[in-house]
Structure formats: C-alpha cells, structure tokens
C-alpha cells in the first residue's frame, strides 16, 4: 500500500520517454514494475500464511478447516492481486488523463454538459 502509490506518482519525474502519453498510455516498463510489486506481495503472503500455520495448534487447525477458511485463502489471494492492479490503474488515470489533457477536457465537458444537475455547474 506504500510503494504503489510512490511508483505510480513516480512517473511524473521520469523522462519524457517514459511518461505516459495520450495514445498508449503507460510504457510497458511499468508494467514490468507492476509485476515486480505483485511478486513481492505473492512473497509475503506466503511467508505469513506459513508463519501463521506454524502457530496454530491442532485443534485449532480443526475449527479453520471446518469453518472454511483454509479452503477460502487462494480465492482471496487472488482477489488482493487483483486489487492491487485496480489501485494502479485508478492511481495511474490522472497521469494519463494529464498527457491527454487537449483531447479529454472537450470530450468529457460534452458528455457531461447534458447530465441534469452536474451539466449545469460546468
């Protein structure tokens, strides 16, 4: 949750070659450094599920089994990696959004020009 946001605030500081642009968006090196973080978040989670096992007693073990939550932990795994992929991409759109600054703000100023009590404000 820490390096996410550092990475993708980042971009604003790199060269030109690598800033997004309006046509295809991020280069791929971010998304390479995406993967990288995703990597390390896999890691983590897997060094703290077996740390967390190796605390749990038998019994214990039991009622985990019973209620479903070893059999729930992949799914939700693989539901974090998935969020981490929308917070990127929802930390990301500003930045994109910036480099097509000339096309967008037409574009959407006529799309919300007609909506009922917003269009009036703009």
């Not at 009622?63 to 990127?88: A, D, T, Y």
């Amino acid at each position: 949750w820490l390096v996410l946001p550092l990475l993708s605030c980042l971009w604003i500081v790199t060269p030109a070659e690598l800033q997004p642009t309006c046509k295809y968006g991020y280069p791929n090196l971010s998304l390479i450094l995406l993967c990288l973080v995703e990597a390390h978040h896999v890691y983590a989670e897997v060094r703290a599920w077996s740390v967390a096992m190796s605390l749990v007693s038998t019994p214990e073990l039991v009622v985990m089994r019973q209620f479903g939550i070893l059999r729930s932990r992949k799914p939700l795994v693989l539901v974090g990696i998935c969020e981490v992929f929308i917070l990127f991409n929802d930390l990301s759109f500003p930045f994109v959004a910036r480099a097509c600054d000339s096309v967008l703000t037409e574009d959407w100023y006529h799309t919300w020009v007609h909506v009922p009590v917003v269009g009036q404000f703009l």
